[in-house]
């Protein structure tokens, strides 16, 4: 009511509300109004806003005859703050009218809330949907999404404070859904006082600024209302209860507005704009929510991701192989023991390259000695070891020649790392090495003084350490082995301060080197002439006469003389190694020339064959047209004969053809010849099937001697250049004597003798087909 409102504060003094330390917000009001309902809520997109305060701005603007005294006293009796003013260039007159005002009694505006939650509790597979609402009358809906069924369910409101305490709304702190059909709240003031605030309370007190004014009525502040579901049991949704929390957030918080009216004025060419900033409560839902139920994919998921992140499954197969296996488990903790020492495992990577080395030297035919630089180990050399190695497999027909000649081929491209096409001592080690920890380079840098060692290296390496003193204690060694191999002078202080026991050693290791210095020494002491021990010029001549009496000089002749020879045999044994290499490989090389050539000749024989095949095939269809076209002259040389013998019945006998080619009583007759056949023709036999075996049983084409030097390996003559083709024809005993081929070589025919039968000479023997048959009928 209004006498209600009028007794408030920002009412009766509404000038004690005033603010004017910034210079962005100057507040002045002067009233307390009363404003229709439409304007004392407003719903601003999620949020609802109550105005407490109203700062309005009214600029009316009229022109020509709107102008005047008239427009003048109407502006004046708006406001005591209104503004008139005239431009008389534009001919235009304003009135300026600025407001600021509360509203009468916004504490007591209702704010009512209705709410509900829905929830996938399958967690997006095979969606189980539970639905609830405050206003829902003991009701909720469950099931899957288009087969949702009501069923008996309870939501809880309940409203409480920012410190967790319940705070009564429109008279209780706990509604249920049948309390909150028509909705859950009170007046703003109660909500405000579920905060602990009002909008009298000065916002200083609760965020320090100095730019607040000081009460919250002129500036605004949001009210947030949090809702928290949550269900009372797992896997139960008949109860879910929604805590309702209320906390205040200081800001400021206003809105604006302005309008463009046609309003009344003294005037009609006039408008007036109305522009409102307007400060007040904002109040906004924010909702969220957690639901527990029972999930066997996501307690299975659980597990096995606990297990995996907590190598589980590798401790347990660890412990089985070192505790569960026997005398396998103790193998097993003895390789998982060991500790690996690198500067003591050099020793065995060096024995390892000295058997491959070994191993190398072997593969190159046992050459033991020489430097193995020279040596190369090529692909077909590979490929011989290897054919002895998987020789079983070969044989079972497991591994085939083509895929071992691949696989030596990709096994020697990477064995053979620069490409040269052989591979050197240096390839093989680095291969044999391959599958070591240490390698030839690594071992290199590993002993290498002039290499630079960090300081951390030389703090946490141990390795390097005990390197360091064993080279140290070697070094000591031998500089105590070279100080007694060094003779001193007998009057020296060395000589003097080690005692008899310093002569004995020195002339013990002497004694292995020369004997006949000990010798002369001996005679030397046992006549008396040392017992003075000379010093000084006496003693170095005395040295140098003992000296003297060695006959160094002849001994070191003989040392060169015997090096010398040494060399020499050395340098033979390395030529004839070398030479025999060269042997080898010149041999290997002709071996594979005569397996090209032989490959060569069985594709010409086949070539030669399919062309024979096709012009027989030829001639056997000119025989059947030719036996046919025969046939019917034989039929009328007899009806002929028939008559003439009636009319003559002398016995005249028919000239038959002898030897002839075609069919019997063809006029074209062919004599095989029966001369001797030279050793330029060759003899055809009268069948295709023989002259197909004949060239089959021919002898070889080269005549290869193991007994005799490679220079007796030499191919036959070769005709019409035809290259590594000897010249065919019909060998006899004579010339295959010459030629050194046996009568195994030779056909079953050309054995035999070939009278009567039909030869041809031939300086050409792969002329076609068809010029041979041809000379055969007598066409050429």
């Not at 002439?529 to 006959?551: I, K, S, T, W, Y």
């Not at 195994?744 to 048959?773: D, F, H, I, Q």
């Amino acid at each position: 009511s209004s006498s209600s409102s009028s007794s408030k504060p920002h009412c009766h003094k509404p000038a004690s509300y005033g603010h004017a330390r910034h210079s962005d917000f100057q507040f002045r009001p002067d009233s307390c109004r009363q404003v229709p309902q439409h304007e004392a809520c407003l719903e601003t997109g999620p949020s609802l806003f109550v105005p407490t305060f109203v700062q309005a701005n009214n600029n009316w603007r009229g022109t020509g005859r709107s102008c005047g005294s008239q427009a003048q006293g109407w502006c004046k009796s708006r406001s005591a703050t209104a503004a008139y003013a005239v431009d008389a260039s534009k001919g235009t007159c304003s009135c300026n009218v600025d407001q600021q005002y509360f509203l009468a009694n916004p504490e007591a505006q209702r704010v009512l809330l209705l709410h509900g939650y829905e929830v996938d509790i399958a967690g997006g597979l095979n969606p189980r949907l539970v639905r609830g609402s405050s206003a829902s009358g003991d009701k909720k809906t469950e099931g899957a999404p288009g087969d949702m069924k009501a069923t008996e369910g309870q939501l809880i409101t309940r409203i409480q404070s920012s410190s967790g305490e319940p705070c009564q709304v429109g008279g209780r702190s706990d509604w249920t859904e049948a309390d909150a059909r028509a909705g859950i709240g009170g007046e703003l003031s109660e909500w405000l006082a579920c905060a602990g605030l009002t909008l009298d309370t000065d916002p200083r007190s609760i965020t320090p600024a100095d730019a607040f004014p000081p009460h919250l009525r002129t500036m605004g502040l949001t009210l947030q209302l949090r809702l928290d579901y949550r269900n009372s049991k797992t896997d139960d949704f008949g109860q879910v209860d929604c805590f309702l929390t209320v906390v205040a957030m200081v800001t400021w918080t206003r809105r604006q507005r302005a309008d463009l009216i046609t309003a009344p004025g003294p005037g009609v060419d006039s408008q007036e704009t109305l522009r409102k900033t307007i400060y007040g409560v904002s109040i906004e839902l924010n909702a969220k929510g957690k639901f527990y139920t029972y999930s066997i994919a996501d307690a299975l998921s659980f597990i096995v991701q606990s297990i995996v992140i907590l190598q589980i499954p590798l401790f347990i197969v660890e412990f089985v192989a070192l505790y569960c296996l026997g005398i396998l488990s103790e193998i097993y903790r003895n390789a998982r023991r060991s500790q690996l020492n690198v500067y003591k495992h050099f020793h065995g990577a060096i024995a390892r390259m000295m058997i491959a080395e070994m191993g190398f030297r072997g593969l190159m035919g046992g050459a033991w000695h020489g430097s193995v630089l020279k040596l190369h180990l090529t692909e077909q050399g590979v490929l011989e070891h290897l054919t002895d190695v998987f020789g079983d497999q070969i044989s079972a027909g497991t591994l085939q020649m083509g895929e071992l000649q691949r696989m030596v081929a990709v096994t020697f491209r990477h064995i053979d790392a620069d490409g040269t096409g052989s591979v050197t001592c240096g390839e093989f080690i680095h291969s044999f090495m391959s599958g070591e920890l240490i390698t030839v380079p690594t071992m290199a840098r590993y002993f290498d003084d002039d290499i630079k060692v960090g300081p951390l290296r030389v703090l946490l390496d141990s390795n390097w350490h005990e390197r360091k003193q064993d080279v140290m204690q070697w070094k000591a060694a031998n500089q105590a082995k070279e100080e007694k191999l060094t003779p001193h002078p007998e009057g020296s202080p060395e000589s003097s301060e080690n005692g008899p026991s310093r002569e004995i050693s020195r002339q013990s290791v002497q004694s292995e080197e020369m004997p006949a210095k000990i010798a002369n020494d001996a005679e030397v002491n046992d006549s008396g002439l040392n017992d003075r021990h000379p010093v000084g010029f006496d003693a170095v001549m005395q040295r140098l006469e003992a000296l003297e009496a060695l006959n160094l000089e002849h001994r070191l002749g003989q040392l060169e003389a015997d090096e010398i020879l040494r060399r020499e045999d050395s340098l033979r044994i390395t030529r004839q190694e070398e030479d025999e290499v060269d042997l080898k490989a010149a041999l290997t090389a002709l071996i594979g020339r005569v397996d090209e050539l032989d490959l060569a000749m069985v594709g010409v024989r086949h070539e030669v064959w399919r062309g024979l095949d096709n012009e027989a095939m030829a001639m056997r269809r000119d025989r059947s047209r030719e036996s046919k076209f025969d046939s019917r002259e034989a039929l009328a040389m007899r009806r002929e004969k028939s008559r003439e013998s009636k009319l003559d019945p002398r016995d005249d006998s028919t000239l038959q053809p002898v030897g002839s080619f075609g069919s019997r009583g063809s006029k074209r007759t062919y004599q095989w010849s029966s001369t001797a056949a030279s050793s330029a023709s060759f003899g055809f036999p009268p069948t295709d099937r023989r002259l197909q075996r004949a060239l089959e049983e021919a002898p070889p084409l080269w005549d290869v001697a193991h007994e005799k030097e490679m220079a007796a390996v030499v191919p036959r003559p070769s005709t019409r250049g035809w290259h590594g083709i000897p010249p065919t024809g019909n060998p006899s005993r004579e010339n295959t004597a010459v030629s050194g081929v046996s009568d195994s070589c030779l056909s079953k025919e050309l054995r035999e003798n070939t009278g009567g039968t039909y030869t041809s000479s031939y300086s050409n023997p792969w002329r076609s087909a068809a010029e041979v048959l041809r000379q055969m009928k007598g066409e050429v």
